[in-house]
């Protein structure tokens, strides 16, 4: 046998040990585990919680949502119909898109897999638990602030996608707009986050044993989707932060009168856009993989295809963002890329389609709710991809882009391939986390009201669009062509309503949340979230072997709650799970995890706070309530990173596993990487951007200050790295004293900002103002990037010098500290890169 | 890393090819240019494909390649495949685009 | 009931259908007619098959079912089929965009259509591609010539879109798009605003009518001389003629030959000749005239104009008559 590790793949033959396990280990992996009670539930950061706290949270946006659409229906039934005012309507859609796309759609895929993930890998947690806490906290207060605007008539009507000029002062004068920008702020820190919990947690939490090939298919979408945010969102928020910067400062980046441009906003929003589209339907796509076979109690077909449908996915789809923008005038070449594109991304999902058919065959179908959700579900997704391939074919696009045909088709796509999937996700795995089952004879009257209901909304809404009904149009004419198709779509709309009325109804009879005394196994599931478990997730961490691994060992289910596998206790007193290597999932690690805590909650209230104070333009309390958050985010880390007295763990079989690791293998290193890869793309989407506003209005631009700037601004920055390294070094080094190290990184950290200062500074010696013209206010954008970047490093010197002033400065590496010079030297190189380019291009050619 | 870049090659491939020529199409004036620098940038990843699936071929035939190795080659060898697809569709669109 | 829609069904048997995209004019249209024929068959087809599949593995029978049950089905219809299939669509969809955006001779009739929040301001150029002759709202052209439009934007997006004479351009603020349509027969085409461009987006629409050759060169022959403003015919047009002046209209509007020469609202030379009011959403007639300048607000709200509820309704009716006489 080959290893990635060192770790001797025999010693998992020693596994189910038979020898019986010591009393009182359970209850004392139980007391840790214990979800604290009364008011103090707040502050629970199990995944057990959060995650269901998640769905019901993103489940709520999800009605409603449904209701804004329910009452626009009504608008819609009759010409001239006087149920909403034109503004109201405006809002409305608005609202209805913006919270399906980003408080529901994103927000749900993350919930599950924070709640499913877990139990289906084999670990205890997943490896941030806080992280989560504080993403679902800030999703929460965030997103019902948001959805408050609404009574308030402060909602947002610009449409989802937000074009500008329509949405910059001039022409959306009022807050509304900058609440859109709110509430996708809290999207993005909330899909962020959720997204490095699951990259790590599927590459380096899973049970030993459980090799890439052996991953539960949802595990593999869930990655993807998770790889997809962390370079798709950040062309939003560089999109949202460049929006609220014309808005609040005046800068014209999207103002053709000043050099910037309107199509900059679109290609920053598509690119972002169309990957969502793909972002959404993964996931949704990776549980009915893996509810087909479970269902039809056979294993999915071609699970190498489906994999390989998803990685291509996650890459083609981020070549189709202009295929929305076919009718903007486009160089013919560009738009015959785009649609060729668009093309080719449609190869991935009919594999998947096919895929599932064919396990269907290969399996016993049953007729019960999941199983007619999923086919419900297929047959929808699969008319929408064809109307599809119909809107990538460019001429046929030009005439039905933006109307209802395209409104009949996305919500083929979505609910298709992400709402009924998701239905059928509710029935399968309630029964995990509640005591009763759903019951079946309602749930086919819900299948069968939402099935009917969506077709009759929206077969004949393609037609309303053939007949050229725009989009966004919140009345029409009588005596048109229209009154009846439209007529139909309300009444379908009422029956997929009646529907989901009747499931909710169903979740209040029915669900009752219990972690250790489910309803278990109802549709005889054959992965790990089916194992017994309690909230500690399994009790003991089993070697995999296959991908059906309860249906492949009957005694599996056994043996993992008798304790006769890895960790059946707490080997150091803590809460623990073990950290696995990437490719073979051999256990490297024991991960200490973090204890219930109040910070990460106050930390999400007062971010929530914060920006909702800033949109009502309450500065100062504002900025006080950022402070808040600031203080608990470092009050919460500070708990964080402590070796434990136990150096190496017996996690049973003989195998011991260090309680400490460092270095390029560590979670945190990990985490970190994605991180900077959200801030690098932040950071390419910016020169895109600087690149692409230079291409259409070059005679606005002029010369970039003396160039022998550079020399210090490089020479400052290039400081910074090395002194931030030689701290690394030293701390390595048994001579150097307490304070060596440390001091290196303050230094690092001045350096950055002395070179900033000079970079910044030269900028305003020279004139640059960012409201004359777009380089100025891309320059000052650059500059407005590398500012945070250097106010965060100061930050984390500063902590890392009450670190060490408390002794929690581990010797001869310490994660807070590698971590800290990793992100210095990233400024450092990323700084470097924006003063070379505004100074070089296109000054210097 | 360099496992993944052979697993994840072929898809690799299609992404450098599109915005290369996405590149093209927004820098470069004249669409014969355009066309001319399009299809010779198809050469070299249609080359690149196939040298994936050489390798991921050889790979699997290799007697010391374990079950992990051999389903991450196949992968790799399906990835090249849907890449020479979609990059010839990238080609035709600058042929006849 | 809109003339601009009312008008089009006569010319059709069945309300409805033929759907306007289905029912070209011209051949811009045309040949994008054909193509959603094509597809609307590929996707019954594709459907039909994907649903026999989807059949035969819930329902058949047991050997039946073991033959789809495997990897080969994947292949089959998952890569092979969709690649065959959407091969050939490519190369048609390619050729038939590259076909319809080939390159413009430059020796078409001009127009300029600049997209406002929420009407439509028309130039009609002249060889030197300048403007000679102002209107909004309305689109006379020759049939069987292609024209090119030149569209712009004053303030937002905005997308122009009459889908029996071609599919939609965006109007982009600080670009200029070209676009070609052409009716083969005389008639009148609907259009309408297609991209969201806030507030009464939904009562934006424009109306293109064709003329054969002839008759529209004597068009713009007339209209040439009624720029030079013909006096009031009736003494309450003399009135309106008047008030027109005094109330403010002349702020925002103008009329060729007169001392009005506003250009923040549409303008009103041959606003008497318009089929609409309101940007397609009106009858144009005296009642909806006056109705129109005395309160806009309630019929297309949010739009830019004022309401004048303090004239009388006999001065509303002598603006009207005025107005009706611009032709």
């Not at chain 1, 391939?389 to 046929?396: H, I, L, Q, R, S």
Request: hydrophobic residues 50%; glycine residues 10%.
């Amino acid at each position: 046998m080959t290893s990635e590790t060192g770790f001797d793949p025999a010693l998992y033959d020693r596994f189910p040990i038979r020898k019986a396990r010591p009393k009182g280990e359970l209850g004392e992996l139980e007391r840790i585990w214990a979800a604290p009670t009364g008011w103090a539930r707040l502050t629970v950061i199990n995944n057990n919680y959060i995650g269901l706290w998640y769905v019901g949270t993103a489940f709520l946006f999800f009605i409603l949502a449904g209701i804004l659409a329910l009452v626009m229906r009504t608008q819609l039934a009759l010409p001239l119909n006087g149920v909403l005012p034109q503004e109201t309507y405006n809002q409305f859609f608005t609202m209805h898109g913006t919270i399906m796309m980003f408080l529901f759609a994103v927000p749900i895929m993350e919930a599950i897999g924070v709640l499913l993930l877990p139990q289906m890998l084999g670990a205890r947690d997943l490896p941030f638990p806080r992280l989560s806490a504080y993403a679902f906290w800030a999703y929460f207060a965030g997103g019902l602030s948001f959805f408050a605007s609404l009574f308030f008539g402060l909602a947002p009507s610009g449409g989802w996608f937000m074009y500008p000029p329509l949405t910059n002062m001039t022409y959306s004068p009022g807050i509304n707009a900058d609440f859109w920008l709110l509430g996708i702020g809290f999207i993005e820190i909330s899909a962020i986050a959720g997204a490095i919990e699951i990259i790590v947690g599927v590459m380096r939490t899973r049970a030993p044993g459980m090799t890439l090939d052996k991953i539960p298919i949802f595990a593999w979408a869930m990655l993807v989707f998770a790889v997809m945010i962390i370079i798709a969102f950040p062309a939003v928020i560089l999109a949202t932060l460049l929006l609220e910067l014309e808005r609040a400062l005046n800068w014209p980046f999207f103002d053709a009168t000043r050099g910037g441009d309107p199509m900059l906003w679109q290609h920053l929003f598509w690119f972002f856009g169309h990957p969502e589209v793909y972002i959404i339907f993964l996931p949704a796509a990776g549980l009915v993989s893996m509810m087909v076979g479970a269902l039809s109690r056979t294993t999915l077909v071609g699970y190498r295809l489906v994999v390989l449908a998803m990685l291509a996915t996650g890459f083609i789809s981020f070549g189709v963002w202009a295929h929305h923008m076919f009718t903007t005038g486009m160089p013919t070449m560009s738009i015959a890329f785009f649609s060729a594109a668009s093309m080719a991304v449609s190869i991935p999902a009919g594999i998947q389609v096919f895929a599932w058919i064919a396990t269907l065959a290969s399996g016993r179908p049953r007729y019960n709710t999941p199983t007619l959700f999923l086919i419900g579900g297929l047959v929808t997704f699969v008319i929408g991809g064809l109307s599809g391939v119909m809107v990538a074919m460019v001429p046929f696009d030009w005439q039905v882009h933006d109307t209802h045909f395209i409104v009949a088709h996305l919500h083929y796509v979505l609910i298709g391939g992400s709402v009924f999937p998701l239905f059928a996700a509710f029935y399968f795995w309630a029964p995990m986390s509640s005591r009763h089952a759903l019951s079946e004879r309602v749930g086919k009257w819900v299948f069968w009201l939402m099935f009917i209901g969506m077709q009759v909304t929206f077969l004949p809404m393609h037609l309303t669009g053939l007949m050229g009904m725009p989009r966004r149009v919140y009345t029409y004419l009588p005596g048109s062509d229209w009154v009846v198709t439209n007529f139909i779509s309300t009444i379908g709309a009422y029956m997929i309503g009646a529907g989901v009325l009747l499931f909710v109804v169903e979740l209040f009879r029915s669900f009752r949340f219990s972690v250790d005394d489910s309803a278990g196994n109802v549709y005889e599931g054959g992965t790990l979230e089916w194992a017994p478990a309690g909230i500690y997730s399994v009790r003991s961490i089993p070697v995999v072997n296959s991908r059906q691994p309860l249906w492949d060992n009957p005694d599996l289910g056994k043996d993992i709650k008798a304790g006769r596998y890895l960790l059946p206790m707490s080997a150091t007193g803590n809460r623990e799970t073990i950290i696995s290597s990437p490719l073979r999932a051999e256990p490297q690690y024991l991960e200490i995890m973090p204890l219930p805590s109040a910070w990460p909650l106050t930390a999400a209230l007062s971010t929530a706070g914060a920006f909702l104070l800033l949109t009502v333009q309450a500065y100062g309390v504002a900025i006080a309530s950022g402070v808040v958050a600031v203080i608990s985010l470092l009050r919460w880390l500070w708990e964080t990173d402590r070796p434990v007295a136990l150096k190496l763990a017996d996690v049973g079989g003989g195998i011991k596993l260090p309680t400490y690791a460092t270095g390029p293998s560590t979670h945190g290193w990990w985490a970190m990487v994605t991180v900077l890869i959200v801030i690098g793309m932040v950071f390419l989407m910016t020169i895109f951007s600087y690149v692409f506003v230079y291409g259409i209005h070059p005679q606005y631009w002029s010369a970039p200050p003396d160039r022998l700037w550079l020399i210090p601004i490089l020479g400052g920055y290039a400081a910074a790295a090395g002194l931030a390294l030689l701290g690394r070094h030293l701390l390595a080094r048994e001579k150097s004293t307490k304070w060596s190290p440390p001091t290196q990184i303050l230094l690092a950290a001045a350096a950055l900002g002395g070179a900033f200062t000079a970079d910044f500074g030269s900028w305003r010696l020279h004139g640059l103002d960012p409201e004359l013209s777009a380089q100025g206010a891309l320059v000052m954008a650059f500059l407005v990037e590398q500012a945070q970047l250097v106010a965060v490093s100061v930050l984390m010197a500063l902590y890392l010098a009450a670190r060490t002033s408390s002794g929690l400065l581990s010797r001869p590496r310490n994660n807070s500290f590698d971590l800290t010079v990793l992100f210095i030297v990233y400024t450092a190189a990323q700084a470097s890169l924006s003063s070379l380019l505004t100074r070089l291009f296109p000054g210097g050619l | 890393m360099r496992r993944w870049t052979f697993v994840l090659g072929g898809l690799l491939v299609w992404a450098a090819h599109f915005f290369l020529l996405y590149g093209f199409a927004s820098l470069f004036p004249g669409e014969r240019l355009v066309r001319t620098l399009s299809l010779a940038a198809t050469i070299p990843a249609l080359a690149a494909d196939a040298a994936l699936l050489w390798f991921g071929a050889a790979r699997r035939r290799r007697a010391d390649c374990n079950k992990l190795e051999r389903w991450l080659a196949g992968l790799a060898i399906l990835g090249a495949a849907i890449s020479i697809v979609a990059v010839m569709w990238q080609a035709l669109a600058a042929a006849i685009g | 009931m809109s003339p601009l829609i009312s008008m089009r069904s006569a010319t059709r048997m069945l309300q409805g259908w033929p759907p306007p995209l289905l029912d070209p004019a011209g051949p811009y249209a045309g040949s994008t007619t054909l193509l959603a024929w094509v597809l609307f068959g590929m996707g019954a087809l594709v459907l039909l098959l994907v649903l026999a599949a989807l059949w035969v593995a819930l329902f058949g029978r047991a050997e039946q079912r073991a033959k789809l049950g495997g990897p080969t089905l994947i292949w089959i219809g998952g890569v092979a089929f969709p690649v065959v299939v959407l091969s050939l669509l490519l190369v048609y969809g390619l050729s038939l965009t590259r076909s319809l955006s080939g390159p413009i001779r430059g020796d078409e009739m001009r127009v300029r259509v600049t997209g406002e929040m929420w009407w439509w301001r028309v130039a009609y150029l002249d060889g030197d591609r300048q403007p000679f002759l102002h209107d909004a709202n309305e689109l006379h052209i020759p049939a069987g010539r292609p024209v090119v439009l030149e569209l712009e934007s004053a303030d937002v997006i905005h997308s122009f879109w009459v889908p029996r004479l071609s599919g939609k351009l965006d109007m982009i603020p600080g670009r200029r798009n070209l676009m070609r349509i052409q009716a083969d027969a005389p008639g009148v085409y609907g259009g309408q605003c297609a991209e969201y461009c806030g507030g009464p987006h939904a009562l934006m629409g424009f109306t293109v009518i064709a003329h054969a050759p002839a008759e529209f060169a004597r068009l713009m022959q007339s209209r040439l001389r009624a720029s030079d403003a013909s006096a009031p015919a009736t003494p309450e047009a003399a009135l309106g003629a008047r008030l027109f002046q005094s109330t403010g209209c002349a702020a925002c509007h103008r009329i060729a030959g007169t001392p009005a020469n506003g250009l923040a609202g549409p303008d009103l030379t041959h606003v008497g000749s318009r089929r609409t009011l309101g940007a397609g959403i009106l009858p144009n007639n005296r009642g909806t005239m006056m109705g129109w300048i005395g309160n806009s607000q309630a019929i297309k709200p949010g739009n830019r104009m004022p309401p004048y509820t303090v004239l009388s309704g006999e001065e509303l009716g002598a603006l009207a008559a005025y107005l009706e006489e611009r032709k």
